[in-house]
């Protein structure tokens, strides 16, 4: 059993060396977009990885557990703003993404 313990910790560590990391995970919340008065709030729960936003987004609320990152391209590619747990920002239309 200490050896399965050991051995996988050695994984990680030598994928950490390597550069490659283990998967993320998901936060644990809602992200909920206002666009206009004339659309629905829109929401993504327990978001992971880069997620395209509308592209009237207007303002973002981060109601998970972890920051969020938005971006000014749809790849998450050109950091644009941070978003701690429980609270929100307003963000340029056409700020393409976020990332959690």
């Known amino acids: ?15 950490t060396l390597l550069g490659t990391t283990l998967p993320a995970q998901a936060a644990t919340g809602q992200v909920v977009v206002f666009s206009t008065e004339f659309e629905p709030l ?6 992971t ?3 395209k936003l509308p592209i009237s ?3 973002v609320n981060n109601q998970t557990d972890s920051k969020i ?5 749809p790849l998450c590619m ?7 747990p429980n609270h929100g ?12």
């Open 78 to 84: 050109f950091p644009a703003l941070t978003i701690p």
């Open 57 to 59: 987004a207007h303002v």
């Open 89 to 100: 920002a307003h963000i340029m239309p056409g700020t393409a993404s976020f990332s959690a």
């Open 1 to 15: 059993m200490a050896r399965h313990a050991i051995a996988l910790a050695g994984a990680a560590a030598a994928l």
């Open 69 to 73: 990152q938005t971006y000014s391209d």
């Open 49 to 51: 990885g880069c997620t």
């Open 42 to 47: 829109t929401t993504y729960d327990n978001p």
